[in-house]
């Protein structure tokens, strides 16, 4: 189906007119970005900016590209202005010290891992959390615990995390030495992160925070995880700010030996940072103590009328307070169980006819990041589209409850799994094998097997039924 134009849309360029804008064409992907970035999309996913030149003065790259030079200061010293920049963030975020990264949320979980678990130590995990944790814990051969949260329904997402059955494992592991939580979630779900914060001072365990998709809550009045009682937390400023792809924060609090942190952050880090990341990060800051604030808020009253108007006017369901206490106010969730139509093909109905692009989608659900970036005329027509979208659906009986993705069992380290000689087999095949690589749907980059865990028949059942097709494959341990 042809896409249809909205008002005030104009409609995107073609390959032929982009070749006579650049002035060469043998540069593949540069080619594919710039039409991206000339036609008419509205750009619901991160990062933040939506290709917006939030700061005018920021528009030449190049010219700032420096390195560790006169006047710049050095990254891994923390000195110059760059030190400077740190300390009004620690400042903005209310943080203890804050440490920049130009290796995204990635390094910040890494290092804080390794500072706050080591090497060979164990945590407990949210069941939730991003790949990369299961990659610092074959790096640092730690051994992970997990806890599972209640699936919200009808989204199948999960929701609160059980601080009970927290308290109970470190209780049964008082080898655990830190708590690891994500908040928020993908979805936009936050977890009760001053609950956990008195749960693990009572059993004097550090308490660790992937908030990779929060650093837009300060802006929002919400406090930041280290101002709620988390020892050590990670900020994606890309994600819901405006700043350039990979920049990202790591913050602490009290008691944290800073020295050590900063050692680490080298450790995961590349040795050339990147300066105009950098420079994106302390721009945003300044932003969001500026213009920035009241531009947020404004995105958080488009977000609340947004899902006011998909449960009032279409057979869509949004992720509200409602159905959750505890959101993020500009993630906008929007649940399709109950009608004719799968979150994943509504995305891509929404990107070939209307041009609107969201940051995710799966088999029931599609999620927009909105950012202050966003326009007037960007949230009209996804409040447009949706709503045509939604007069040609019809409704269906309400679908079971999401099945649970079954606990695994641990038969090997998750260091030995990964750096076992291993293979590619057919999902067919992979039932009672050992599970090397972490089967990771992305987005959200959840791993659903660790390496290290057995697989079943049921894992198989519901990887087919969800993620994989029958000619998938999966990496396990030869044995």
Same mark, same amino acid.
Request: aromatic content about 8%; glycine content about 8%; proline content about 8%.
């Given at each position: 189906?042809?896409?249809?134009?909205?008002?005030?849309?104009?409609?995107?360029?073609?390959?032929?007119?982009?070749?006579?804008?650049?002035?060469?064409?043998?540069?593949?992907?540069?080619?594919?970005?710039?039409?991206?970035?000339?036609?008419?999309?509205?750009?619901?996913?991160?990062?933040?900016?939506? $290709?917006?030149?939030?700061?005018?003065?920021?528009?030449?790259?190049?010219?700032?590209?420096?390195?560790?030079?006169?006047?710049?200061?050095?990254?891994?010293?923390?000195? %110059?202005?760059?030190?400077?920049?740190?300390?009004?963030?620690?400042?903005?975020? $209310?943080?203890?010290?804050?440490?920049?990264?130009?290796?995204?949320?990635?390094? $910040?979980?890494?290092?804080?891992?390794?500072?706050?678990?080591?090497? %060979?130590?164990?945590?407990?995990?949210?069941?939730?959390?991003?790949?990369?944790?299961?990659?610092?814990?074959?790096?640092?051969?730690?051994?992970?615990?997990?806890?599972?949260?209640?699936?919200?329904?009808?989204?199948?997402?999960?929701?609160?995390?059980?601080?009970?059955?927290?308290?109970?494992?470190?209780?049964?592991?008082? *080898?655990?030495?830190?708590?690891?939580?994500?908040?928020?979630?993908?979805?936009?779900?936050?977890?009760?992160?001053?609950?956990?914060?008195?749960?693990?001072?009572?059993?004097?365990?550090?308490?660790?925070?992937?908030?990779?998709?929060?650093?837009?809550?300060?802006?929002?009045?919400?406090?930041?995880?280290?101002?709620?009682?988390?020892?050590?937390?990670?900020?994606?400023?890309?994600?819901?700010?405006?700043?350039?792809?990979?920049?990202?924060?790591?913050?602490?609090?009290? %008691?944290?030996?800073?020295?050590?942190?900063?050692?680490?952050?080298?450790?995961?880090?590349?040795?050339?940072?990147?300066?105009?990341?950098?420079?994106?990060?302390?721009?945003?800051?300044?932003?969001?103590?500026?213009?920035?604030?009241?531009?947020?808020?404004?995105?958080?009253?488009?977000?609340?009328?947004?899902?006011?108007?998909?449960?009032?006017?279409?057979?869509?369901?949004?992720?509200?307070?409602?159905?959750?206490?505890?959101?993020?106010?500009?993630?906008?969730?929007?649940?399709?169980?109950?009608?004719?139509?799968?979150?994943?093909?509504?995305?891509?109905?929404?990107?070939?006819?209307?041009?609107?692009?969201?940051?995710?989608?799966?088999?029931?659900?599609?999620?927009?990041?909105?950012?202050?970036?966003?326009?007037?005329?960007?949230?009209?027509?996804?409040?447009?589209?949706?709503?045509?979208?939604?007069?040609?659906?019809?409704?269906?009986?309400?679908?079971?409850?999401?099945?649970?993705?079954?606990?695994?069992?641990?038969?090997?380290?998750?260091?030995?799994?990964?750096?076992? *000689?291993?293979?590619?087999?057919?999902?067919?095949?992979?039932? $009672?094998?050992?599970?090397?690589?972490?089967?990771?749907?992305?987005?959200?980059?959840?791993?659903?097997?660790?390496?290290?865990?057995?697989?079943?028949?049921?894992?198989?059942?519901?990887?087919?039924?969800?993620?994989?097709?029958?000619?998938?494959?999966?990496?396990?341990?030869?044995?």
């Amino acid at each position: 189906m042809p896409r249809r134009k909205l008002p005030g849309q104009r409609p995107p360029l073609t390959h032929r007119q982009i070749n006579r804008l650049l002035p060469f064409t043998n540069a593949p992907l540069f080619h594919a970005l710039q039409l991206l970035a000339t036609g008419d999309s509205a750009r619901f996913h991160m990062p933040g900016h939506k $290709g917006r030149p939030v700061f005018n003065t920021f528009a030449e790259v190049f010219s700032i590209d420096f390195t560790e030079t006169y006047g710049t200061g050095n990254l891994y010293l923390g000195d %110059g202005p760059i030190r400077d920049a740190e300390v009004a963030a620690a400042r903005y975020f $209310g943080a203890v010290d804050c440490f920049f990264l130009t290796g995204g949320s990635t390094q $910040g979980i890494l290092s804080m891992l390794a500072a706050a678990v080591g090497e %060979g130590g164990s945590v407990l995990l949210d069941r939730g959390c991003h790949q990369s944790v299961c990659h610092a814990c074959a790096l640092l051969d730690i051994t992970p615990y997990f806890i599972d949260a209640p699936l919200l329904e009808p989204f199948g997402i999960a929701g609160a995390l059980p601080v009970d059955e927290a308290g109970r494992q470190l209780a049964a592991h008082p *080898e655990i030495r830190a708590v690891l939580l994500t908040s928020p979630t993908y979805y936009g779900v936050r977890r009760n992160i001053e609950a956990f914060s008195v749960l693990c001072r009572a059993h004097g365990k550090k308490l660790l925070v992937d908030a990779a998709h929060g650093a837009h809550f300060t802006a929002l009045g919400l406090p930041t995880p280290v101002l709620e009682g988390a020892d050590l937390a990670v900020l994606s400023i890309h994600k819901t700010l405006p700043c350039m792809g990979q920049g990202a924060v790591l913050l602490c609090g009290e %008691g944290i030996d800073r020295r050590a942190l900063r050692e680490q952050t080298v450790l995961f880090g590349t040795s050339s940072p990147s300066y105009p990341i950098m420079a994106s990060i302390d721009l945003a800051r300044a932003y969001m103590e500026g213009p920035g604030r009241a531009a947020y808020c404004r995105d958080a009253e488009s977000c609340a009328a947004l899902r006011q108007m998909l449960a009032q006017h279409t057979c869509f369901t949004p992720l509200s307070v409602e159905n959750h206490a505890m959101l993020d106010p500009c993630r906008l969730t929007v649940c399709t169980a109950g009608t004719d139509i799968t979150g994943r093909r509504l995305a891509d109905m929404l990107w070939s006819e209307f041009g609107v692009a969201c940051e995710m989608a799966d088999s029931r659900n599609a999620v927009f990041i909105l950012t202050g970036s966003d326009t007037g005329g960007t949230l009209l027509r996804l409040r447009r589209a949706l709503r045509r979208l939604s007069a040609r659906r019809h409704e269906t009986p309400p679908p079971a409850p999401a099945a649970p993705f079954p606990p695994a069992e641990r038969v090997m380290p998750v260091r030995q799994a990964w750096f076992a *000689e291993h293979t590619a087999v057919p999902l067919a095949r992979a039932t $009672g094998q050992i599970c090397a690589r972490p089967v990771t749907p992305y987005p959200p980059g959840v791993p659903l097997l660790w390496p290290g865990e057995k697989i079943t028949g049921a894992h198989i059942a519901l990887l087919r039924e969800k993620w994989y097709n029958e000619d998938g494959d999966i990496r396990v341990v030869i044995r």
